[in-house]
């Protein structure tokens, strides 16, 4: 099964584009759908996209994104947890909710530590031409997840930022399937935005 996974589906700009790529391409675009509508089945199915593209981005050296899929799968386990059974601080139900200004701190602090920390383990242990590169959407990612399972409008801001990066590191490794995809999760995190946003409480009552 996995060698017909990887075997070319067809070429894309001089790239070889494998039936793994589209699978996963298909799923992670459902997800993403399902994660604005706060649909709870978008979460077994990050599961999956996320293990797709860690043999996609492994074999690519991208092993930053790689292990990102691997916390992602992890991570998703718990923001499935949270999205079904989760409470804020005050015992209240989990809801689309604004960051305060403290969390907002915290999570720019977390991708400002985890940014450098990634990218010197990926120059010293990995054999990648892009350490920085790949480090940055990776340390962002995991915020966003964060924020994600948390139901942070915040998220979409950070998928934002990650997914424009990766349009770049993408079409420098020949991804150009993955590379439409995170086009157009740029689209679906604008849209996701704008839909919770609807939905959360106003922002002056959210930042006292």
């Not at 293990?51 to 981005?57: A, D, G, I, K, P």
């Not at 602090?109 to 790949?134: H, R």
């Not at 942070?152 to 079409?171: D, M």
């Not at 999760?185 to 002056?204: D, E, M, N, T």
Request: proline fraction near 4%.
């Amino acid at each position: 099964m996995l060698d017909f996974l990887l075997a070319p589906a067809f070429s894309l700009w001089g790239s070889d584009t494998s039936w793994l790529e589209i699978v996963a391409f298909c799923l992670a675009l459902i997800m993403v759908i399902g994660n604005i509508f706060e649909k709870l089945w978008a979460w077994p199915l990050a599961i999956v996209s996320s293990l797709l593209y860690f043999s996609l981005f492994w074999r690519s050296r991208l092993y930053g994104d790689a292990a990102l899929q691997v916390f992602f799968a992890i991570l998703t386990g718990w923001g499935w947890l949270q999205w079904a059974r989760g409470v804020r601080p005050d015992g209240s139900a989990l809801r689309v909710s604004w960051l305060d200004r403290k969390g907002t701190l915290h999570c720019l602090l977390a991708c400002a530590v985890l940014w450098p920390l990634i990218g010197l383990f990926l120059k010293t242990f990995t054999d990648t031409d892009v350490p920085w590169w790949d480090a940055f959407p990776t340390a962002v990612s995991l915020v966003g997840q964060y924020l994600l399972a948390r139901k942070y409008i915040e998220n979409w801001i950070a998928w934002t930022v990650v997914n424009s990066v990766s349009i770049a590191l993408f079409a420098y490794k020949g991804l150009w399937l993955t590379l439409v995809l995170y086009a157009l999760f740029i689209g679906l995190s604008i849209w996701g935005w704008l839909v919770w946003k609807r939905r959360a409480p106003p922002l002056l009552v959210a930042l006292p």
